[in-house]
């Protein structure tokens, strides 16, 4: 049992292990971001 405040949101074990960078620059508030907004376009998902 985990308790968590208003908004948070709890991440399994394997989508940790697959995105731990992206998570840890989550939480410390360095995701990069576009400054004027906008369209970005898809994403290529064949890796």
Request: aromatic share 6%.
């Amino acid at each position: 049992m985990a308790r968590l405040s208003n908004g948070e949101f709890v991440v399994n074990a394997q989508a940790t292990k697959e995105h731990r960078p992206m998570l840890d620059a989550i939480n410390s508030g360095m995701v990069p971001r576009f400054a004027d907004g906008g369209y970005v376009g898809r994403a290529d998902r064949r890796a």
